[in-house]
């Protein structure tokens, strides 16, 4: 598996980088987001994680998609302003990404193969599916779209790389 740190990523507003270079020294929840899906209010708990843990060497990163049943329609800017506006969005959003099928990023040609904790891997099943990260690139937990940001599980596993 490639160090997906360091795979090129591009962000909302259009700026080549890497999750390395988003995140610098720190832990990430990559999480692919969109709008208009009955997940969305999901976005409190990121938003809420990113206040608890970012000070300690944690941040969410956001992946727009709109693979699922097209519910992250809007332009970029059109992203950016709902995000901020509406649930307060102050962590790093990429570019909209194709997270399965053929034209899938390589971040999550990579990170597809993360098994669930039911040893489940593969495609992504739905928006706000979640991977934890740690610094080295690798992924050590993955949370299936129904699993909300401050589930004890999920806080624990961030406990833990922290």
Not at 87 to 95: I, K, Q
């Amino acid at each position: 598996m490639a160090n997906i740190r360091q795979i090129p990523v591009q962000t909302l507003a259009g700026t080549a980088t890497t999750l390395d270079e988003l995140a610098g020294d720190r832990a990430i929840l990559l999480v692919n987001v969109a709008s208009k899906c009955g997940l969305t209010p999901q976005y409190t708990g990121l938003v809420e994680l990113q206040k608890t843990y970012g000070p300690r060497g944690f941040t969410v990163i956001g992946v727009p998609s709109n693979q699922f049943m097209g519910q992250e329609p809007g332009t970029a800017e059109e992203i950016q302003e709902f995000c901020s506006v509406t649930y307060g969005v102050d962590f790093p959003l990429l570019a909209k990404t194709d997270v399965n099928g053929e034209d899938r990023h390589p971040v999550y040609a990579e990170i597809a193969a993360t098994p669930d904790a039911e040893g489940a891997a593969g495609d992504v099943q739905w928006n706000f599916e979640k991977f934890l990260i740690d610094r080295s690139g690798t992924v050590v937990s993955r949370f299936r779209p129904r699993t909300e940001p401050g589930a004890p599980e999920v806080t624990e596993a961030i406990e833990a790389l922290l």
